[in-house]
């Protein structure tokens, strides 16, 4: 007798704006959110926004190398005070409509034109959240008392945690991509749990991943969650070969494995090794997301003159655009009157398991 398939969300969980809203208030606005590298605001004066479920969140550090995250938001008429990420803006937000500044760590410090007997700047400082930096990776959270994230990653994927062996800190970006995907978040985070689709959509991933060719995710002979590149690879590449150094801090099993992590609900890892690759996931509405990639090496190959990750990115962007098309297919599917849910099979339990953590996290809908 056939064993009964787990279902999976109904259509209108991918598609309809009620639900993308529940999705932004219960889950972005209270999870910790991947914002981007720390060394996007290594110095006094840099900017990262990132946009949280409708939020413009600002990331700054301040002159003692401190991290703040505020509510891009000025008190005085509620203008958004800046517009891009970037470097050298000075150690001062100020607003571009009435040129209310702001200190790095949140305090008003100036308002023209509004005397000081008007007001009191300490009542009315930029709204803050949290933010914490893990291996080179700022997090932002709105909640009011989140946890810290190591303890939610222990409770999202304890193996990422080994991952700290590596020291990804020590790595910098390379190259940097981005891209708009017509999906759902949510579908994007089950294509990436499962690889059933691997052998049919990634045949150049399936010859460096073998595993893959089976339409396998976890290697059951590993307890590390890693899975092993073919024999003699160490890289994302055609080949499974490319031009660039090992990272100093891997062994020879890591530099022959490709190990993952989902940090739900918008980030990928990726490592082989030659690289570390950071996808940000920003939903932009129940069918649409952007997808952002960090392309992460060893400092000392970053630096060199004839620095070349060409062989990692092709290969990556490739996968990515291979991935993205089935995304956009499915989208336009469970859009259908036709549909009302899908079903998984037994090699998608990380779909499942996604599923029933989204699930409880978001609650019931009118609820």
Request: aromatic fraction near 8%; proline fraction near 5%.
């Amino acid at each position: 007798m056939a064993i009964a398939m787990t279902p999976t969300l109904p259509g209108e969980d991918y598609c309809s704006p009620e639900i993308y809203r529940l999705d932004c208030d219960r889950i972005f606005h209270r999870q910790w959110f991947y914002a981007g590298r720390a060394e996007r605001v290594d110095h006094v004066g840099d900017r990262l926004l990132v946009d949280v479920g409708g939020e413009s969140i600002l990331v700054v550090r301040d002159r003692e190398g401190e991290l703040h995250a505020h509510y891009n938001v000025c008190r005085h008429r509620g203008s958004q005070l800046c517009d891009a990420s970037g470097s050298g803006f000075g150690a001062a937000i100020t607003c571009p409509y009435h040129a209310w500044s702001y200190a790095l760590d949140g305090r008003l410090v100036a308002t023209p034109h509004v005397g000081k007997d008007e007001l009191d700047r300490d009542q009315f400082p930029l709204r803050s959240v949290a933010v914490e930096d893990w291996q080179g990776f700022l997090f932002v959270n709105l909640a009011d008392d989140p946890p810290t994230v190591r303890d939610w990653i222990v409770d999202q994927d304890p193996n990422a945690l080994a991952y700290e062996r590596l020291e990804m800190d020590r790595l910098r970006i390379g190259r940097r991509t981005s891209c708009d995907v017509a999906a759902n978040w949510k579908i994007l985070l089950e294509n990436y749990a499962e690889c059933l689709h691997c052998p049919q959509v990634h045949p150049e991933l399936t010859n460096i991943i073998p595993l893959h060719r089976q339409g396998d995710v976890i290697d059951p002979t590993r307890t590390d969650g890693g899975t092993w590149l073919a024999e003699g690879a160490d890289s994302f590449s055609l080949d499974g070969r490319a031009p660039l150094p090992v990272i100093d801090t891997m062994t020879a099993q890591d530099a022959n494995s490709y190990q993952a992590s989902c940090l739900y609900p918008n980030m990928f890892i990726d490592i082989t090794g030659t690289s570390v690759l950071a996808t940000q996931l920003i939903p932009k509405g129940p069918d649409c997301t952007q997808i952002d990639v960090d392309y992460l090496f060893d400092a000392d190959a970053v630096a060199a003159e004839d620095f070349d990750p060409s062989a990692v990115v092709d290969f990556t962007e490739l996968v990515l655009v291979q991935d993205n098309a089935v995304c956009e297919r499915t989208q336009r599917g469970v859009a259908s009157r036709s549909f009302d849910h899908g079903y998984f099979a037994e090699r998608d339990s990380l779909c499942v398991e996604f599923t029933e953590r989204y699930l409880a996290d978001r609650g019931p809908v009118g609820a």
